[in-house]
């Protein structure tokens, strides 16, 4: 395993063996992730340095991850340049997104993914479209109350920031979908408004009492965002490696998914020009 306080920036002794970056919240996590992926050595970035030396001293009992790379920096920091544009396959992000601060840095770190990696990029994180309903019902998620969750990146704000790489010939297709549904607020990840913040999975004992009896429709835990690099054409393949099962919201080729028809909308213009899919004229414009 490489220590030191070299970056993507410059000269990584042996660079060309690492074919995977990861963002995730926990290094640890997101560079196992990646194995599962195809990861053969990673590189993950950690930059705050109490937390660094502990994931340094967990990669070090862990075999598997013995050989991957933590770099003691922000990936927000990252300068592409010849030397680290397109080098990795994929680069992954479990949880990371949701400490960013605000859209533009989200904005950044999609930017230098799609620049980082040749093939695909995966964001994984809580899902926050459902917070508002879940607040009409007198309900919370535990992570959408946690205080260093401060960016609550919807479905809607991905399409916004992805459809902007898209038309400008970054991106070949993105696909935006829920896993692992939340049936009931019976479920351990539901708290009642007046939980405290920070808190684990919900207990009857040291939480305020809830009604674990509202059934919930169309309700999951996590928000994902998978993207394919212009040229590179198998999404459907990595689909269905990285989640079995899943609810498409998005699908750059076809659409928006309609829950109530279960079809997807490839809607139309008065003109009958396409405004989602493949075939919109107006792709490369900012009309």
């Not at 933590?70 to 680069?91: C, E, G, M, R, T």
């Not at 970054?170 to 913040?197: A, G, Q």
């Not at 990595?238 to 998005?250: A, C, F, P, V, W």
Request: glycine letters at 6%.
């Amino acid at each position: 395993m490489v220590q030191d306080n070299k970056t993507v920036n410059n000269n990584i002794n042996g660079i060309n063996d690492y074919n995977y970056i990861d963002f995730s919240f926990d290094s640890i996590t997101g560079l196992t992730y990646g194995k599962k992926l195809g990861g053969k050595k990673g590189i993950s970035f950690e930059s705050n340095p109490r937390k660094y030396e502990h994931v340094i001293n967990e990669i070090k009992s862990n075999e598997k991850l013995s050989n991957d790379k933590i770099i003691n920096q922000s990936p927000l920091n990252i300068k592409i340049n010849d030397f680290n544009k397109h080098k990795f396959d994929f680069v992954t992000c479990l949880g990371g997104t949701s400490i960013l601060d605000g859209i533009g840095e989200t904005r950044t770190l999609l930017y230098k993914s799609l620049m980082l990696s040749s093939k695909f990029v995966y964001i994984n994180q809580t899902n926050y479209d459902s917070d508002v309903f879940l607040f009409k019902k007198g309900f919370k998620t535990n992570i959408s109350d946690w205080s260093r969750n401060t960016n609550h990146l919807t479905s809607n704000i991905y399409f916004n920031l992805l459809f902007d790489f898209y038309k400008k010939g970054y991106i070949e297709d993105y696909i935006i979908y829920y896993t692992i549904p939340i049936k009931d607020s019976k479920d351990s990840t539901i708290h009642p408004l007046n939980s405290p913040k920070n808190q684990p999975t919900f207990n009857d004992e040291s939480h305020p009492a809830k009604n674990e009896h509202i059934k919930f429709k169309h309700i999951y835990k996590y928000l994902n965002v998978l993207i394919t690099i212009n040229g590179y054409k198998k999404i459907d393949e990595l689909l269905e490696r990285i989640n079995n099962k899943k609810h498409i919201l998005y699908d750059s080729r076809t659409g928006i998914y309609d829950d109530s028809t279960e079809e997807f909308i490839d809607k139309t213009n008065k003109k009958g020009k396409n405004i989602f899919g493949k075939v919109n004229k107006y792709l490369n414009s900012d009309i």
